[in-house]
């Protein structure tokens, strides 16, 4: 058996791959090293104390105004849904009307002032037609629903028909 030196080598892509001719070199293999061998079977690299060590710089476009947009719609979602089911429990229980009617009211208020929150504005650059088109569709969808909160809130008469709305 031949026993030759042994190195470990990260590349993302062809940067960093010793092999590669189109890049220029970079500092991701180990030094060369013998691995421990018993003549049948290898063991480990004796690196000693010198263990490697791989550090990974990267740099990603901000898209923090897509993330937030949509934690906002999610946040809105989960707190409507947790109301609906608290009024719907009421209504199962056979709760006085009064308080089912509370807990309505009170979840169309904290609706409206959900919906009331504007988006994360978009970035003057580095954004896409699918970024604009998403955003004046969660807009025009958040002030559509917001009309119909604030309408269901002044003129809901019965609470059936106020949740089914």
Known sequence: ????TQSTGISIGEYGNKFASSTLPAPSTTQPTNPVYDGSHYYYLPWGQTKPCVMLNSQW??????????????????????HLKDVKYLMRAKAPLAESAGKLIKLLDELIIDLNQPLLELPTKNITELDKKMYAL??????RILIEAVNLRENARDIDMAINE
Not at 1 to 4: C, E, I, M, W, Y
Not at 61 to 82: A, H, K, P, Q, Y
């Open 1 to 4: 058996a031949v026993v030759s």
């Open 61 to 82: 476009e901000d898209v923090m105004f897509r993330i937030e947009s949509l934690n906002l719609i999610c946040r809105t979602i989960d707190r409507l849904e947790g």
């Open 138 to 143: 969660r807009d025009d969808e958040m002030k």
